[in-house]
């Protein structure tokens, strides 16, 4: 490849991205973002509800110390829930956090345009803004769908497993169901469907990390509508990215 093919791909992928990741914003800003601001407040109100919780827990102990739990039983086991540090810092509410989001959406779909574009020119296809759809729509049920089967996206305040548990099971989830995807399409041959099948199902039959407790400071119907609001600005960003990734890729490529 030379630097001029390279340079044409590279623009590309940062025009597409760019673009992508500011229509995510948009999206989010509108849908998503209020659920999020409703959630931080009910996540705020169970922190600050929980010292004067301990508090009397603690005082009931002292009034009846023949009152123990049973051995080996933790009187709390949460598991690793969203965390909240009121140490940390984080962005101001209004514009210092939207401009954060906005970069951070941007340099995700760029790394994502990336991708695409080196799967476009594996394929050795060629490929435009409608066939782009269609690889958009690939993205979306690796990256999104087929992970959130598992973990679904949660509000803040929720209880979740470790971390890194459930992060190696959405990395796993997403590269098994690309694989999958990939062998539907290109692979010749009925032993690579039923590979294909194999690797699609084989990240739920072992099933995603969970908590000990399952719980949320916000309201069940909060949660569910944030499952929506994101499903539906992930499904336009997706198609997005992969139409102006296809339609940028074949007019500099």
Known sequence: MNWTVFRRMASAVVVAGALS???????????????????????KAAE??????????????????????AAGTPAHSHGDAHEHDPN??????????TGYTVLANVSMAVGFALMLVAAFAISGRRVGWRSGLLWGLAGYGVFFVAPSL??????PGTLAAPLHAR?????MTAVMTAASLGLFVFGR?????????LLLV??????APQPELHGSAAPEE??????????????????ALGGLTGFFYRRFG
Not at 56 to 61: E, I, K, L, M, V
Not at 192 to 197: H, M, Q, R, T, Y
Not at 202 to 207: A, F, I, K, S
Not at 223 to 238: E, Y
């Open 21 to 43: 990741g500011v229509l995510l914003s948009g999206v989010q800003q509108f849908q998503v973002e209020k659920i999020i601001l409703q959630a931080e407040q009910y996540e």
């Open 202 to 207: 084989v990240p739920h039959l072992v099933g």
């Open 189 to 197: 041959g009925w032993w690579w469907k039923v590979l294909a099948v």
């Open 88 to 97: 940390a810092w984080e962005p101001a509410d209004g514009a210092e956090r």
């Open 150 to 155: 598992g973990l679904p996206p949660e509000v």
């Open 167 to 171: 992060q190696l099971w959405w990395v």
């Open 222 to 239: 909060l949660a569910q509508a944030f499952i929506r609001a994101t499903a539906m600005a992930n499904a336009v960003f997706w198609l």
């Open 48 to 69: 600050e509800a929980a010292p004067a919780a301990a508090a009397t827990h603690d005082h009931d102990h002292d009034a009846a110390p023949a009152h123990e739990h």
